[in-house]
């Protein structure tokens, strides 16, 4: 994952609400299984491994925020479970055909969750943030980023 999508990410789990929370693990996890196949095809083992290890680290935060008193929450940890052992064959057989099947379970639960974030009308977990306006400035190429409301009460509050 480049340091620009890093940002990005931090960014969105700033603003997110808790469905959108559980689609942006979804998006690292896609992009870390992606970065473990690019480095697979560059011959890159460790690489290779580094992007399974984060990809794993992304499903034990999912499996971590289920929530068994619903019903489907039992059907979505036996998807992680199968997703987490065909990460395992992965690193184990140093291939990427069981890369394609965690791929394809987990596109399918991304596209879902996010249907379900566009239902889900409350307010951002972390309530109490900076306000950041990006944009491209007079400067050739440049990102610059403005930050508002940079007072002693700002970032999360329990």
Known sequence: MTKELKQQYTLKITQANKTQLVVILYEMLLVYIEDAEKA?????????????????????????????????????????LYANRELAK???????????????????????????????????????????YAGLTYGKNSLTESLADQGSNRGFRV
């Open 40 to 80: 697979h095809g560059n011959g890159d083992r460790s690489g290779f491994r580094s992007g399974i290890r984060k990809a794993e680290g992304c499903l034990r935060e999912l499996m971590a925020s289920l929530h068994f008193e619903y019903e489907p929450a039992m059907n979505l940890l036996q998807l992680y």
């Open 90 to 132: 992965a690193d184990i057989r140093n291939s990427v055909e069981e890369l394609q099947h965690v791929k394809m379970v987990m596109n399918k639960l991304h596209d879902a969750y996010e249907k379900l974030s566009e239902q889900d009308v409350s307010g951002p977990v972390m309530a109490n943030t900076q306000t950041v």
